[in-house]
Structure formats: structure tokens, C-alpha cells
């Protein structure tokens, strides 16, 4: 592996191409939502950036800077920042490809979420700081977004698992001799899927949630 090599913003890069020139697809036509993505990430980053930010000062986790450009802004690494970009951005268009290929999936549910609250109860039991906040966030996350849950979200969170698992086994050293994220092993429940802390799969599902939230806001018309 070269001494420079940028291999995160490859992989940012890799996982927006698909999704940005579906997005101009007839049946789906996501770009008519993109004013949407605004709120979205709103709800997002107001929780996660803090984190990130706070996690990465307390050396909770960090970022091999052998596998990155090297600009930082507020301690978090360009391609981070990229990160909470471009994984709602997929998330979203997969939501709504969901939803037009597949109407029925509309109606609601909040029954899976007891199984995810259940597994991160379990790694807060079990596991340090990394665990104790992604409890917190799910259980807040849930709260604000508990009428508003549909098959289609559970399904698309699903479906996000496929890439997240190549993407983030990538990221936590599926394929390189240092991992390009780290962890510090005391702040969570050291149970891993592959190299993937267990954890990683909760905090996406925060993600989520909260880019719904944002989504599904119904602003009033001012004529």
C-alpha cells in the first residue's frame, strides 16, 4: 500500500456515482426531492457532527491519516465530512426507490425497532462510551420519528446494510494492514461483525432515522 493513498475519499466517491445518475431516473426522479436532502441533513448533523467531533478529540475512535488528504475541519477529516453527505444522500434514494417500485410498503410500523433497541441495550450493557450514546440517539431518534416509520424505511435500512458492509469492512481493515477508521476498543462492546464493531450498524440506524425526520417535514405554503 502506497504511503499516500486516499483511500476513503475512493470509497465516498465509489458509493455516490450509482445513486447521483439514478437520481435522474423517470420513475423515481429524485433530483424533484433534493430540496428535501436540506432538512435531512439538518436533523443529522445537529446530533452526529457534535459527536464525531467530541468522539474523535477523546480518541473514542480516529482516522489513519496514511488512507486520507490530510484537510481537517473541526478535527474531522474531510472525507467525514463527505460521509455525512453522501451515505444520506444513498439512504434517501434507496428510500425513495423503495417506495415507487414498491407502494404498498407505505404503511407503517414501529414493530422492528423493540429488535434494534433490544441489541443496543445489550451493547450498552456490555460496552463503554461508543455504546452508552448510540442507546441514547436511538432511543431519541425513535421518539421523534415514532409515526412516521413505514415498511419501506425498514426495508431500506436493509437494503443499506449491503453496501455498509463493504464500505465500512473497508473503512475498519477488511483489506488494509491499519484500518483507515479505528476504535478504541475500551468504548464499546468489542463485538465485531467481521471487523466491523457491532455498534456501527446502531449508529447507522440513528442516521437514518433522523435524515426521515428531516425528510418527511411538511413545511406550510405561504400563498
Same mark, same amino acid.
Given at each position: ?80 465530512w463527505m ?19 414498491f407502494p ?30 448510540? @442507546?441514547?440517539? @436511538? ?21 443499506? @446494510? ?54 418527511? @417535514? ?6
Amino acid at each position: 500500500m502506497p504511503e499516500q493513498f486516499n483511500l476513503y475519499l475512493y470509497l465516498n466517491i465509489l458509493a455516490i456515482l450509482g445513486p447521483f445518475f439514478l437520481s435522474f431516473d423517470k420513475k423515481v426522479a429524485f433530483y424533484k426531492h433534493w430540496p428535501k436532502f436540506i432538512p435531512a441533513l439538518f436533523f443529522l448533523w445537529a446530533i452526529y457532527i457534535p459527536w464525531d467531533v467530541f468522539f474523535t478529540i477523546m480518541m473514542y475512535w480516529g482516522f489513519n491519516p496514511d488512507y486520507l488528504i490530510k484537510i481537517e475541519i473541526f478535527h474531522l477529516p474531510l472525507e467525514e465530512w463527505m460521509f455525512f453527505l453522501i451515505i444520506p444522500y444513498c439512504f434517501l434514494f434507496i428510500y425513495e426507490v423503495v417506495l415507487a417500485y414498491f407502494p404498498a410498503t407505505k404503511q407503517k410500523t414501529f414493530l422492528p425497532a423493540y429488535f434494534f433497541i433490544g441489541i443496543a441495550i445489550s451493547q450498552a450493557y456490555y460496552g463503554g462510551m461508543y455504546s452508552y450514546f448510540n @442507546l441514547s440517539v @436511538l432511543l431519541l431518534a425513535l421518539l421523534v420519528t415514532f409515526n412516521q416509520l413505514n415498511n419501506a424505511f425498514w426495508w431500506t435500512y436493509l437494503l443499506t @446494510l449491503i453496501p455498509f458492509l463493504l464500505f465500512n469492512g473497508v473503512l475498519t481493515g477488511a483489506i488494509t494492514e491499519e484500518p483507515v477508521v479505528w476504535y478504541n476498543s475500551g468504548e464499546f462492546s468489542n463485538v465485531r461483525i467481521g471487523t466491523i464493531p457491532s455498534e456501527d450498524f446502531i449508529y447507522l440506524l440513528g442516521m437514518l432515522l433522523l435524515c426521515i425526520k428531516g425528510w418527511n @417535514l411538511k413545511f406550510k405554503s405561504t400563498t
